[in-house]
């Protein structure tokens, strides 16, 4: 079993940037890789990117490619999204969540966090 908790969203400005935590309980969170969707009103959960167990690769959507980055630190048990150069349109709801494997298939993932709200103003 793995919870996991974001913290870290908030309002921003168009340009500006944002760094979104994921703490996870448990010991094995090494194990998992991690994966960052997002959900705006009205859309579908998007695929934001994902890391393997290790940190050794990354996979992003190429709607935030060159802008955001997910590194890991497994001796803390947490992941992070680094958002820059943040628009009006990366306004959403952010999850992060735990699998077996490093995906941008939702379903694949097997623990979800609660969400942040990250809200850009133009």
């Known amino acids: 079993q793995v919870q996991l908790v974001e913290s870290g969203g908030g309002l921003v400005q168009a340009g500006g940037s944002l760094r979104l935590s994921c703490a996870a309980s448990?010991?094995?969170?090494?194990?998992?890789?991690m994966g960052w969707f997002r959900q705006a009103p009205g859309k579908e959960r998007e695929f934001v990117g994902t890391?393997?167990?290790?940190?050794?690769?990354?996979y992003y959507a190429d709607s935030v490619k060159g802008r955001f980055t997910i590194s890991r630190d497994n001796t803390k048990n947490t992941v992070y999204l680094q958002m820059n150069s943040l628009q009006p349109e990366d306004t959403a709801v952010y999850y992060c969540?735990?699998?077996?494997?490093?995906?941008?298939?939702?379903?694949?993932?097997?623990?979800w966090g609660q969400g942040t709200q990250v809200t850009v103003s133009s």
């Open positions: 448990g010991r094995t969170f090494s194990s998992y890789a």
């Open positions: 890391i393997n167990w290790n940190g050794g690769s990354e």
């Open positions: 969540a735990a699998g077996r494997l490093a995906t941008m298939r939702p379903y694949a993932y097997t623990y």
